[in-house]
């Protein structure tokens, strides 16, 4: 069902929740939250939003039973700044924390100078995980961190546990040995993002019976470079055919990784009995990037809109958005409501 409202991200919050009631009532009631932040996914890479290559059956029962949004954007076209408005609630403005981070030099031909930002989530701000903490939530972050190394990581923003988080914006491989905290063991035959996935079934496991939990998810998938598994790759190489440049075969095969992760997570959320009490979000934090090498090689399309990741443009800043609420969220609404990252933690 389409759902047209004019609101205010403070009413918009409201009446996706009821206000914030939830987090007063019991801590027994209280919800977990899992929240899973995409790297570079284009707005339309989901095949519930229109996609028609890309095979995403979690992503799309995650849509059916919850809201999707149309009108969902990042408060940045690159990674930093908008996992910082995740995070804190606050435009990357307010934060001083305007680019990736540490950035770009300064480009000789360049007419304007690169501004100076913050190398690091400022400690001085208060995270989601800060403020879950003294409703008894236990957290954690598993993925990408992107916001600063030592003495910025998320166990210094309130997160109990850190695992494959530091400064760094990507890894060389999605294959192992991975140089990250908690996958030193890692092996060649490991792709990070089943070993993510592993490390968040562990934290459900073992929080599900200890009061609310919340779950960051920030996916190294589907960022550069491009790997995935060689069946995945096989199976959309004969579903695109021969001879076509494009769609990309190993991209489809990333976004069907975190498909697969995904629907493994709902799993285990349904094993431990704790599915009916948790909300599920899915975003992104850019829009895809178009092109890799130079421009040599289509990544994705981001197509009616213009651009795409690096860009202010609508292609470098609509995402998908999904949220699945039990008992709150009507299944199958659309929502044309304009919502931003910052919207997930909104702070006045």
């Known amino acids: 069902r389409q759902i047209h409202m ?9 009446g996706l929740g009821g206000g914030l009631a939830a987090w007063t009532a019991s801590p027994a009631r209280r919800p977990n939250i899992v929240l899973l932040l995409l790297d570079d996914l284009g707005w339309r890479d989901f095949a519930c939003y229109g996609h028609k290559v890309h095979e995403t059956p979690h992503v799309d029962r995650l849509a059916a039973e919850g ?18 408005s995740i995070m804190t609630g606050k435009y990357p403005a307010r934060l001083q924390l305007t680019d990736w981070i540490p950035g770009r030099k300064q480009w000789p031909t360049a007419k ?48 109990d546990v850190n695992v494959a988080g530091d400064h760094r914006g990507g890894i060389r491989s999605f294959f192992g040995p991975f140089d990250l905290p908690g996958l030193e063991r890692s092996t060649k035959d490991d792709y990070i993002t089943e070993k993510l996935t592993e490390a968040a079934e562990k934290f459900i496991e073992e929080s599900a019976s200890k009061g609310p939990f919340f779950l960051y998810l920030p996916e190294y998938t589907v960022h550069l470079p491009l790997n995935a598994r060689e069946a995945a790759i096989e199976k ?16 489809a095969a990333m976004v069907e990784s975190f498909d697969e992760a995904l629907g493994r997570i709902r799993k285990k959320l349904a094993q431990m009995k704790v599915a009916d009490n948790t909300i599920i979000i899915v975003t992104s934090d850019n829009g895809g990037l ?16 213009r651009a795409g990741k690096g860009h202010l443009y609508e292609g470098g800043i609509r995402e998908p958005l999904i949220i699945y609420w039990p008992g709150v969220t009507k299944a199958g609404s659309v929502s044309d409501v304009p919502c931003s990252s910052i919207c997930l933690l909104y702070t006045s």
């Open 236 to 251: 959309y190489r004969k579903k695109i055919g021969p001879n076509v440049d494009f769609p990309d075969p190993v991209y």
């Open 290 to 305: 178009r092109y890799e090498g130079g421009g040599k090689r289509l990544v994705t399309d981001n197509s009616p809109l």
């Open 6 to 14: 004019k609101t205010t991200r403070r009413s918009f919050l409201a």
């Open 112 to 159: 304007l100078l690169v501004p100076k930002f913050e190398q690091q989530l400022p400690l001085a701000e208060t995270t989601i995980a800060e403020a879950l903490k003294p409703l008894g939530y236990r957290t954690a972050s598993i993925g990408k961190w992107h916001l600063g190394g030592k003495g910025s990581l998320p166990t210094d923003h309130g997160f």
């Open 67 to 84: 809201v999707k949004f149309t009108n969902a954007y990042a408060s940045c076209p690159v990674c930093s700044p908008t996992r910082a």
